[in-house]
Nanobody
Framework: QAQLVEYGGGFVQAGGSLRLSCATPGRSFSTYLMGWFRQAPAQEREFVAAVSWTGRSTEYADSVRGRFTISRDNAKNMVYLQMNNLEPEDTAVYYC?????????????????WGQGTQVTVSS
């Protein structure tokens, strides 16, 4: 059962922007490392970005660094992914995830909680 809820996905032209949001209804994940992953059709789920529980430390996949920004607002129990200069290769289902141990791993198996995902489609 998904414990996180993502929204903000959609259809955008190349070069455009979207902001994904991740809500944690009914529970606080303020002490969790939070991350975003994505999965394109017939591809494995891949790491996109992560943010520490304080929000001060972040990490990005090489493919999105400089274009995407991850952030969080613990007071609102929200995590965000601002995506700029989107490319057709960014088309995927995007998932929000939380890691209670803050391992800073890029492996999906290291994350404890997941959302159901939101579709992002970028046209050329």
């Amino acid at each position: 059962q998904a414990q996180l809820v993502e929204y903000g996905g959609g259809f955008v032209q190349a070069g455009g922007s979207l902001r994904l949001s991740c809500a944690t209804p009914g529970r606080s994940f303020s002490t969790y490392l939070m991350g975003w992953f994505r999965q394109a059709p017939a591809q494995e789920r891949e790491f996109v970005a992560a943010v520490s529980w304080t929000g001060r430390s972040t990490e990005y996949a090489d493919s999105v660094r400089g274009r995407f920004t991850i952030s969080r607002d613990n007071a609102k129990n929200m995590v965000y992914l601002q995506m700029n200069n989107l490319e057709p290769e960014d088309t995927a289902v995007y998932y929000c995830a939380g890691d209670s141990r803050s391992n800073w791993s890029r492996r999906p198996s290291e994350y404890d909680v997941w959302g159901q995902g939101t579709q992002v489609t970028v046209s050329s």
